[in-house]
């Protein structure tokens, strides 16, 4: 279960309803696991005030749970994203404090749980993602004592001395603790949470374990808090890429940019953590200075709609917009645009051929807990191509070390990685892609799931009192 379903319901102009793919690293991830696995999705619609019956959709069941107006103001992007959000990704906006968000956080977690509490056969298996669902593993403890419950959280765990600022944080710990397992994307997240468990719950714990004594009826339990970095469907990733149709379409992709020698990519939600505006300030830089021409190179920068309503996005927008017209009116020319910006959504297909018309991609995230955008950008180099500029605040910076590692705040830093970058000669290039390659292919999404999965089943064999092994 998950706060957003895989599918989205959309209503175009003509008051005509369709579905389509839901934006952001969750889904990605999790619809491959999904359509393998014949469970079912309990999630919401993406439209508010819907009541929908659960039906089948491309091999997943599909069972929806509504929310009104009011519930994505206060719960969605209120307390989810405008207090989690911004906390969990270490304060890079303030949070608000609201005890109405906090509220209907609480009564939206408990109709996910109910609905999940429904439709779950005895002794089931019950995975429940990310931050807006914090809550649920205790409630459905509790409405549903047999069941095995997993918790993963997509995005960072921040350091105490940043949780505690959270007013409610006893109780999200609480809501964790209801989990068999909690996953989390980096060790560092991971012993962040048990910090936390520790200070303000005194339980013990001995990495990865955590033990939770019994309260009135409920048994003392071991709860599992580990890392399982999460990845991408790397084989279907790579069979896009490879399709003629595909390649094709990266070639007509340069050629309609003016064929550059250097496209530059960048592939975000428009979201304040992804560092979009500090990849621009760098590249504006490089332009003012004369290090780069306008027809020598060219940014694509997808910024993907994400979260319209809540104030701060909206003034992101803003910003981005007006620096990417900026730049564009002082560097651009007729025949070369500085940066081609773009606000929507595409296709799979097309998000491959992007990535093949790339010579180098930009992650500048300031904070991000994986980002996939990283990893899908490798598996689809099987030319061994590209130069891949990550952020070390990502998760993915862990395990891609091969990459060129920027600190996103440093903009001169972030100005000699791309001048690298594309200077970089073909065999340094092949031998960074090569070895990004071998580590994505190691850990794709079915190793994700499994390693967690396998731990959920096997953790109901380790709730043995602590220190008894
Ligand atoms: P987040 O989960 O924060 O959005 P990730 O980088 O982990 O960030 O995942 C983003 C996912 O969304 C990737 O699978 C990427 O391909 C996809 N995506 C991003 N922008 C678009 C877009 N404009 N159209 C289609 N897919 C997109
Ligand atoms: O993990 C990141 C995440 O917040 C997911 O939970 C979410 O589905 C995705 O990004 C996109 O965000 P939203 O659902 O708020 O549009």
Redesign the pocket.
Known sequence: M???LPVDRVVDDSGEASWRQ??????TALEPVMRASGGAWVGWVGQPDLEIEPFDENGIRIIPVPLSDSDLELY?EGFS?DTLWPLYHDVIAQPGYHRVWWERYAVVNRRFAEAAAAVSEPGATVWV????LQLVPAMLRELRPDLLIGFFN??PFPAYGIFSQLPWRTQIIEGLLGADVVGFQRVADAGNFSRAVRRLRGYPTRTPYIEVPGMGDQPARRVIAKAFPISIDVAGFEELAARPEVQERARQIRHDLGDPATVMLGVD?LDYTKGITHRLKAYGELLAEGRLSVEDVTLVQIATP??ERVESYRQLRDEIELTVGRINGDYGTISHQAISYLHHGFPREEMAAMYLAADVLLVTALRD?MNLVAKEYVAARADEDGVLILSEFTGASDELRAALLINPHDIDGVKDAIVRAIEMPRHDRRKRMRSLRKRVAENDVSHWSNSFLTTLRESRGTQTPFGGG
């Open positions: 998950s706060n957003r839901s934006p952001g690293g969750l889904v969605y994203n993602q990310d931050y807006q997509h995005i939600r994400s979260r807990g």
